[in-house]
């Protein structure tokens, strides 16, 4: 049956209940440009969603060598047909005709177009003349999270052997970090242990400062589906907002920002004191659980309720609901990952499963979520801080075995510190060590915390910064050389969701102008570099998408995350495929876990552990010895308050996060009309209480400042926690006349004026939750209304006080159920 539904006014589309156990549905979602009939589309060209990091599968319909709308593939295992909104109508981004069309320098102080040689020949002149003088740690990497894998590998290689630095990260640092440091500091190695086939199956679903609803809203209609059916799940959801998963919550948690351990160690606690826990399961797989029990004994709900100002009896019910689960899921995102002990609560979550038994059993599983939506492969491949194929850094062996796969010497490839992060890149970038950084497919101007400060840096005349993207945002406007790319739709490569899912996005049109695929920027500088191998042959020897993803499977083969049975050949016509996929798994893996922990032996583990509380790294002797078996480590943590307190000065907490129609920092949503037209400009949230306290209502003209800086926006007057303000991190200025940040007549617009220069000890990820701040009215509505969509976790705290939010002929979408 077919049904046309505005979805922007409703996100997540119609109902398909469905029962426990069951497959979920297929609905075929299909959106076309106006005027535009299914009859007139030439092609459907693979592909899937680069906008989030649930991977969902699509077709891109193609009319006269233009995209002209998607739809959604029934057939996948991810979404079994769906889009969300920032799937339906992104790609119009694509045809923007402001992309980036040819390269440019910085002549005379101002960027002029030039040919590709020009630009190519001064990056690759600046990157001799700085080996000569300096060395490779004068040359640095900042990539991103919507790359493809074949270009992250290839970037890997060419940075680690060929440059021979280790100042080589991704802004996954800023959303992924800490799922990855959680799931080593637990299972001695990275890799989804779930799936999301475990939302059909699990009795219990707990969210941990995950609002799925708008970060990966198929996920969420699926959840909206069970709610829907036979024998549904019940929802734990720890958020201080009042998004839908609360509003659908059995039990909602709204605790203060930054006392995630506290919480964690009560529902621990209860759960230890019940004896709801799988000491079978502990036994056979485990270490670590006397000093739990030790760590947690004290840790009772009233002592928690005092720190999260949370009701001691909320937490007994949250303890009751995941203690008595017979299949629980846990999902965990930003509301955990970008506090001062993010790793710290990340792990404790897996805590819970590793007492419960709750892994490797159909709707027993961990996610450990990825914001970003392909997060997973700068991961996997080196660009993001690790060795490819999650090797160990502290293992010669490991390091040995890169370089056989590589044809070079061992000692090519830094390994004599850990990675650089990217804080510490810019950190050596303000400092002068790093003399030259290339920015490629993101824009830190935006994204990163204390901008004031990052675009001094980038700034720099010393600093050489080469950015290559789709548009002239605000960093680009900061480089020396920009260099226009290709993007999705473009190009062709593969990239894994979270929950392993790997998928192929195939070209459909040709990129505008003379933008290129990043991989074919990389071998092209990889080529005019003249890199090389130990016996002097290229050290890069893949010349496309395919050969580049042949290449990885050499690298990846035998590593927890092997491809070698997939290539892009088994990857197009059907559906996604999760890895480990091999001869053992030619079908790809469900679950990891399911025997047992697989990576943890000292011999195989991508790391031997950090300390919670420091970070400080342990080495191969104490791991070896603790863990001689390779068993899952239960890590105890205590709680530490935040590093800022509100004060008289700053009476608030702030907290910066995600809304369902944008994506990162705009550059593509903003784009696009509907999304843009739902969610138009930044905003502030702050409670009924609050607003009512400092004599503020829906619509003023507010001002939030920190001690680093500060912006402006109308406020939304919403249910969210009394004390706690909310501000979208996506807005920036280059739809603004400013350009590239604030001046005299465009005040500061960004989250990040506002955010602390400051991370997590183990995953080293940025803290966006807990700045202390202040809040003071500019000046009255006048009738005025906030930009923030009714629709989502933003909706007004007294309904009807503001027009709903909708799309329009504009946004409607087929959804297809027969």
Known sequence: MDASVDRIARPWGSRTPYDRHEPWPARVDTFLADGVEPGAVTDWVQAASILHS???????????????????????????????????????????????????IRRDGRLVECDWDTAMERIVSRSRELLAESGPGSLGFYTSGQLYLEEYYTLAILARAGIGTHHLDGNTRLCTATAAEALKESFGCDGQPGSYDDVDHAD???????????????????????????????LLCVDPRPTRVAREAAVHLAPRGGTNVALLNALLHEIIRTDRVDHDYLAAHTIGFDELVSE?????????????DVPA?????????????????STVLQGVYQSHQATAAAVQINNLHLIRGMLGRPGAGVLQM?????????RECGADGDLPGFRNWQNDDHVADLARVWNVEPETIPHFAPPTHAMQMFRYAEQGSIRMLWISGTNPAVSLPELARVRAILGQERLFVVAQDLFLT???????????AATWGEKTGTFTNADRTVHLADKAVEPPGEARPDLDIFLDYAARMDFRDKTGGPLVTWHDPESAFEAWKRCSAGRPCDYTGLSHTKLRGGSGIQWPCNDDAPDGTDRLYTDGISWARPDHCETYGKDLQTGAATDADEYRASNPEGKAMIKAAAYLPPHEAPDDRYPFQLTTGRTLYHFHTRT??????????????????????????????????VEVSTDRGSLRGRLRVTGIRAGLLFVPFHYGYWDTKAGSGPDGETPGRAANETTVT???????????????AALRLVERAHGEIASAPTTTASAPARHGSVPDTTGGPSAYVTEDTA
């Open 54 to 104: 649930d991977g969902d599968a699509m077709d891109i319909a193609v009319v006269d060598g233009r995209i002209a709308g998607v739809r959604g593939r029934a057939g996948d295992r991810v979404n079994r047909g769906r889009l969300g909104p920032k799937d339906l109508f992104g790609w119009q981004a694509n045809a923007s005709p402001d992309r980036l069309t040819r390269p440019l």
């Open 204 to 234: 219990t679903i707990a969210l941990f400062g995950h609002n799925i609803a708008e970060t990966q809203p198929v996920q969420w209609m699926r959840i909206l589906d069970r709610l829907a059916g036979g024998d549904p799940p019940r």
């Open 296 to 308: 947690v004994a004290e840790c009772t709900p009233a002592w928690a309720a005092g720190i999260c």
């Open 313 to 329: 009896a909320r937490i007994e019910e949250a303890a009751e609901l995941v203690g008595t689960a017979d299949r629980l899921l």
């Open 370 to 378: 990825n914001g970003q939506p392909t997060a997973q492969n700068t």
């Open 474 to 484: 605000e960093t680009a406007q900061l480089a020396d050389v920009v260099l226009p």
């Open 668 to 701: 593509k949503t903003g784009r696009a009309p509907q999304l843009n037209e739902a969610a138009p400009d930044v905003w502030v949230e702050a409670s009924a209480a609050d607003a009512g306290a400092l004599g503020l209502d829906e619509g003023d003209l």
């Open 758 to 772: 400051d991370w997590d000890p183990v995953s080293k990820q940025p803290l966006f939750k807990t700045a202390a």
